[in-house]
């Protein structure tokens, strides 16, 4: 089991800037890679940003591109993702997850395993 606190959210006005963490603990060798979601009020789950937990490679969605940063701090078993120029349409509860596996659908939230409780972050106009 891997256990994944996030960290970091806040009240932010538009263009401002975020780092939410993630820190994980538990069995984190079977970590294989982890990643940014989030969900805002009645809309689904979706996929903002990824990272291989051994090579450092990314993916992000589009909407993110050139605004957010995800890297990670391998000896602290811990994930960031830093927001800049921030939207209102990035308001939602960012959500950390981790998955044990290469994916070629690593945008479907069910490619992950294991999940924190998640973090709001607030971009007000």
């Known amino acids: 089991q891997v256990q994944l606190v996030e960290s970091g959210g806040g009240l932010v006005q538009a263009g401002g800037s975020l780092r939410l963490s993630c820190a994980a603990s538990?069995?984190?060798?079977?970590?294989?890679?982890m990643g940014w979601f989030r969900q805002a009020p009645g809309k689904e789950r979706e996929f903002v940003a990824r990272?291989?937990?051994?090579?450092?490679?990314?993916l992000y969605t589009d909407s993110v591109k050139g605004r957010f940063t995800i890297s990670r701090e391998i000896d602290k078993n811990t994930v960031y993702l830093q927001m800049n120029s921030l939207k209102p349409d990035d308001t939602a509860i960012y959500y950390c997850?981790?998955?044990?596996?290469?994916?070629?659908?690593?945008?479907?939230?069910?490619?992950?395993?294991?999940w924190g409780q998640g973090t709001q972050v607030t971009v007000s106009s």
């Open positions: 997850a981790a998955d044990s596996k290469p994916a070629i659908t690593y945008w479907y939230a069910n490619e992950y395993e294991y």
């Open positions: 538990g069995r984190t060798v079977s970590m294989y890679a």
């Open positions: 990272i291989n937990w051994g090579s450092g490679r990314t």
